[in-house]
């Protein structure tokens, strides 16, 4: 499954709520907008590479995984991010998209 196939299965009420409770953040509706513009756009789709989300100390630490190698995602457009396959086994799916929208700070695009 690639990112945009999650994101077209969660609704923006659990998003809301996991922006909340994993990350405390009061003011989810500078996301609201960004996440319905995710879910018009068109993946550039690219099945081998896989965002993952592992929990650290202080958080979640999101990273893409390409042959067994991690990849900083940072300056990868959203329109690959909604392409890549997604490893969510050790989490809900919202949470999963919380994470990535926290875990890249959305709001830079």
Known sequence: ??????????????????????YGLENSAPYKGIFEKLLAEQPIV???????????EDGYDVFGLENNESLALELTSWKEWLGFSVCTADMSPSDFCCSCALGDDILRQ
Not at 3 to 21: H, Q, R, S
Not at 46 to 56: F, G
Request: some cysteine; glycine content about 4%.
């Open 46 to 56: 690219n099945e081998n590479l896989k965002i993952c989300v592992e929990k650290t």
């Open 1 to 22: 499954m690639i990112f945009k196939d999650l994101l077209n299965k969660v609704k923006w009420a659990e998003i809301e709520k996991g922006l909340k409770t994993l």
